[in-house]
């Protein structure tokens, strides 16, 4: 059923909240961030909390979301008790620069801001706007413009912190950055975060963005994210989604790129409540190289809806979609993608694929790879399915002598198998092979403790043959 | 070669619409605008029962309610309902019995199209109904069609002797209130083609009406009914040209297709409406409702559609997979150039067990034009081992024109496979290469080409339509590239 209200209390604790906590929002804000958010504030009191009356929320229902109640928090100190809890959560043998976020706030062991051997800045997003202005002058909210969704104007009108990273020109980060993004609170909380990430000229970054929860309280997170790839610039973009299934995470990433930039970005949602991802993805320059992949594996009441939009603003470019998902129980999945190429984008090769395999008659899928094109010289191309494991390839596998659980098991795995193998990261593919083989099985759920295993990752899974049935 | 396409586009956007004249004949019309008394007016004036009245009246009431829809990507200056005739139909001197009773006008009007009435009927053994402006000027056939207990005849008609079939079906696929502009012709449709083909029987010959709009202001709204019976087959054609004006007219048809247990029935269109002139100035807004139902198991409907005229088209033929093994198709090439915008498609609606559709769309822009496929494949919950392929594909002639793809997928049925494909190119440089090297003009392998690129879907159409399809095509597209 589509609702009709869309003036939720929700709405309006939000717009007095921002009154009332105006000092807390403002705080250490240039007068022009002020601007912006007061901007933002307007735009959202016009546009509201988004609803299945827009044609790009149609597949999904946040009615019962946004009827909940949920703590606000405008302070930092509320929120943060544990910080060490949130350290452990590693992927073993990555040698990576660990920064993590909890309940929306950056949290640190020594600075909050901190400028590594080789120029690049990493720290809180609030201490940035602080000690960086010119950066935020010309970067912030710049892309993730407020017309979008309510949920877009709502993060800039309030979101306080979250991560920020610059790569100056030239440099090359050796070790990856990895984000963890955790929510770990007793009561429901409503949470938002903003990060910027900058690549200068010739920049390359690897990014490893997990979102995680310790408890099974509800949340509802909406993040924004502004990621700006200046010229030749690389960008490797990991997103890992596993979190209860009470959280409903409004995620909102807007890539810009100029000549000759390079992104890749993966999503794998493992588990979630409700999961959104707003990819937007502009290519404001020539020779660029965008790579879009999803893996999805939904059960139980899951709802994902992955929204792609790519841009093509400019000629020669390519970019390339492919999203894969397992449904199952009555799990909903969306695809939405969109690329439109403009006039003048002459050469663009632009491809969208979205796969999808229903295991139950109540699990539901709604694909819509769209494309709108307005230059000839271009090749687009996007193919959709929706089907069930190959009953050849079944066959196969049982006449075989392989028992009919570990034979789908194992075509399930190499469905998703395509997705993990673009992942170039060494010890994060074998990582998500793990997780994907665990969740296959439905052995991954967000325990108590830890989302990731930390404390046995030298146990690796394997498919086992039980050789009794046979 | 830039030159050689620039001569060719030209070529192209100069080549004239060939359907543009006007005919002087004596009009019975209804006053303009839009209100109850004018949907009175038509019903008086068709001397109709009073459950075509109620139904009428309860469409313009509903319709009173609406909004016109926006979510098309389609551009056009709002339309003023009120400036439009809704009813126009050439006077009639008496009843007619035989074509040679016929206004010498219309046959000449009929014969300049390429349709004589007379000619078909003796060679081609095609019955024809043809309808200018909104009314049904003479349905060929009808006698030898009888003897099979098959009725093709006038709407009009059909509401006067057969009224307990078309309160059975009329509205019963596409309801009074299904969409603004559907319920717009519920209130004033004028006329349009009834067809009935009883139990067993398979229509021996291809039953086509010929849509004409001739007068100045008017819309037309006609209404065409088509129930296939147990085991029947029959296979339909729909053609339709409008004079040159430089205002829009409108259009707003509405096509009802009922199939029981294991019949078939075949709807193909070639639909040349005046597209306006190659600055986008006047031609016809085609705002068209169609919609089959495989009401009975084993039962097919398929539609085959050539889109080459109007200003803008609106239409997404339908496919109700209701009986288990049912089977629904959909081949359309839509053709733009110029300003012409095209919004078009399917929908196929997978209810029973064992259904199967196929949806395969070519589009071609060029010129300024914009063509965009919007379709729907839903498997709903009940509707196991349904099968759906899709294909859509598009070419770009030029670099002003646009081309767009929304497919909607919906499945909640986890044994059935949906297929979805879609590209969108100009003519490949290769094969234009290799044609050329072997001695084929830039023109005739381009023509080559794009017929080739059709010829999957002009294949699906009757032989007689194809050939008009196919002279079609090479005048709207005729070597025409970017």
Known sequence: MRSDTTDFPLKNTLINNFVEHGKDIFTNNKESIIDIRKQAYTKFIEQGLPTQKLEAWRNTDLTAVYNEEYDHYYTQSNV??????????????????????????????????????????????????????????????????????????????????GFFIYVPDNVQVKKPIQIVNVIDYDKNIFLQTRNLIVLGKNAELTLVHCDDSYNHQKCLCNTVSEIVQDENSYLDHYKMQNVNNNSTLINSSYFYMKNNARLTTNGMSLNGGILRNNNHITIDGEGCETNVYGLYLMDKKQHIDNQVFIDHAKPNSLSNELFKGIMDDTASGVFNGHVLVRRDAQKTNAFQRNKNILLTDKAKVNSKPFLEIYADDVKCSHGATVGQLDTEAMFYIRSRGISEDSARMLLMYAFCDEIIQKITVEPLKHRLEDMVKKRLRGELSVCAQCVLHCSHPEKEYNFEIDLSKI | ?????????????????????????????????????????????????????????????????????????????????????????????????????????????????????????????????AVIDSVSVKTTFTETLS????????????????????????????????????????????????????????????????????????????????????????????????PQRDENQLHAAIVEIVALQDAEVKYSTVQNWYPGNKKGEGGIYNFVTKRGICKGSNSKISWTQVETGSAITWKYPSVIL????????????????????ADTGSKMIHLGKNTKSTIISKGISAGFSENSYRGLVKISKNATNSRNYSQCDSLLMGDKCGAHTW????????????????????????????????????????GLIVNGYAKEVLNKLPMEFAVEAQKLLSISLEGSVG
């Open chain 1, 80 to 161: 943060i008790k544990d910080i060490d809890s949130v350290f452990q959560c590693n992927i073993p043998h990555l040698n990576t620069t660990m920064i993590a976020l909890l309940n929306g706030w950056y949290v640190y062991k020594d600075v909050p801001l901190k400028t590594m051997a080789d120029g690049t800045i990493i720290g809180s997003l609030a201490e940035a706007m602080k000690v960086y202005p010119e950066i935020f002058d010309k970067y912030y909210a710049k892309y993730a413009t407020s017309k979008d969704d309510g949920f877009i104007a709502l993060n800039t009108a309030m979101a306080q912190d």
């Open chain 2, 1 to 129: 070669m830039a030159t050689d396409n620039n001569n060719i586009i030209n070529e192209v956007t100069n080549s004239e619409y060939k359907y543009g004249f006007v005919t002087d004949i004596e009009m019975d019309q209804a006053p303009m605008g839009l209100s109850e008394d004018t949907v009175r007016f038509i019903s008086a004036k068709k001397n109709e029962p009073e459950f075509m009245l109620e139904f009428r009246l309860k469409a313009y009431r509903k319709w009173l309610e609406m909004e016109e829809p926006t979510w098309a990507h389609l551009h056009h200056p709002p339309i003023n309902y009120q400036d439009i005739i809704f009813y126009a139909a050439p006077k009639p001197k008496k009843e007619l019995a035989s074509l040679d009773e016929v206004d010498p006008q219309l046959i000449e009007t009929f014969n300049k199209l390429g349709i004589s009435l007379e000619e078909q009927k003796k060679l081609s053994g095609v019955a024809v109904d």
């Open chain 2, 147 to 242: 003897k099979y207990g098959i009725i093709f005849c006038s709407f009009s008609e059909a509401v006067q002797n057969h009224p307990d079939l078309i309160k059975k079906y009329m509205g019963s696929v596409v309801p009074y209130s299904d969409n603004y502009f559907a319920t717009l012709n519920s209130a004033v449709f004028s006329d349009g083609s009834f067809c009935f083909i009883p139990k067993g029987v398979r229509c021996p010959i291809e039953l086509s009406t010929y849509f004409r709009i001739n007068a100045a202001n008017t819309g037309q709204f006609e209404r065409t009914l088509i129930i296939a019976e147990e085991g029947a087959y029959v296979s339909y054609m729909e053609g339709c040209t409008a």
């Open chain 2, 322 to 341: 209701l009986g288990d093994n049912s089977v629904g198709e959909f081949y359309s090439v839509a053709v733009t150039n110029n300003y012409q915008q």
């Open chain 2, 407 to 446: 497919p909607y997928i919906r499945t909640e049925n986890s044994s059935s496979i949906v297929e979805h494909e879609a590209t969108t190119s100009k003519i490949s440089e290769d094969q234009l290469f290799y044609c050329q090297q072997r001695g084929i003009s830039t023109e005739s392998a381009i």
